[in-house]
């Protein structure tokens, strides 16, 4: 049963625009939800995360929305450069298990940032 | 560099033969763990350590895998009897405490043959 579902599978902006990638959760165990970006060949690396106390948080370009009751969550990135692209994961964790950092990752979006 | 680093990056191995990769984590974090991510996928957990104490286990884990984490430090994940289907990256993360920033390595790209 997969936990974290994630869409669009793939995205295409223009350089500027703002690419939305959405998540939605089925464990309301879970309470820490990070973003991560990883480029072929690389590990993942932490964008930015969020807790479920608060609806939004913004680190630079970058904007998690959060719905706790509709369980979804989704990123934002604003004025978005070729540079961008990349393929982004969210991704879910529950306090009581795996140490409290065993990440339930979705499937992935594959973000590709034209000229 | 004080991030976390994986041994070896890639690996080619005949199906049948056994492969052990390494992971050094962050020099102060106590909680590491072990993803296998295939292609199009997200990383799937495999397993986690708080120091040297294997804490718990996924079900993807099958008795051909085995990790260790002696004396809380590094860490070893070994793949007995490879089969095709063990071709993945194989990923390492270590975090300070649960529930906090949880930092991931290069990964190592294994391609069973």
């Not at chain 1, 990440?103 to 000229?115: A, D, I, M, R, S």
């Not at chain 2, 804490?55 to 990790?67: C, I, P, W």
């Amino acid at each position: 049963q997969q936990q974290v579902k994630q869409s669009p599978q793939s995205l295409i902006v223009q350089k500027g625009g703002i690419p939305i990638i959405n998540c939605a959760y089925e464990n309301t165990a879970f309470d820490y939800f990070p973003w991560y970006q990883q480029f072929p060949g690389k590990g993942p690396a932490l964008l930015i995360a969020i807790r479920p106390d608060v609806s939004e948080k913004k680190e630079g370009r970058f904007t998690i929305s959060f719905n706790k009751s509709a369980k979804q969550f989704s990123l934002h990135i604003m004025d978005s450069q070729p540079g961008d692209s990349a393929t982004y994961f969210c991704a879910a964790s529950n306090p009581l298990t795996g140490g409290g950092n065993k990440l339930t990752f979705g499937t992935g979006t594959q973000l590709k940032v034209e000229l | 560099d004080t991030g976390v680093s994986q041994d070896p990056r890639h690996k080619i191995t005949k199906r049948g033969q056994n492969v052990t990769f390494r992971c050094d984590p962050i020099s102060e974090h106590n909680r590491l763990y072990w993803y296998r991510q295939t292609l199009g996928q997200g990383p799937e957990f495999l397993t986690y350590f708080q120091n040297e104490a294997q804490l718990e286990k996924s079900r993807l884990l099958s008795d051909r895998f085995s990790a260790e984490r002696p004396k809380g430090s590094f860490s070893t994940l070994e793949i007995q009897r490879t089969e095709q289907g063990d071709s993945a990256m194989y990923l390492c993360a270590s975090s300070l405490g649960g529930a906090t920033e949880a930092f991931f390595g290069q990964g190592t790209r294994l391609t069973v043959v």
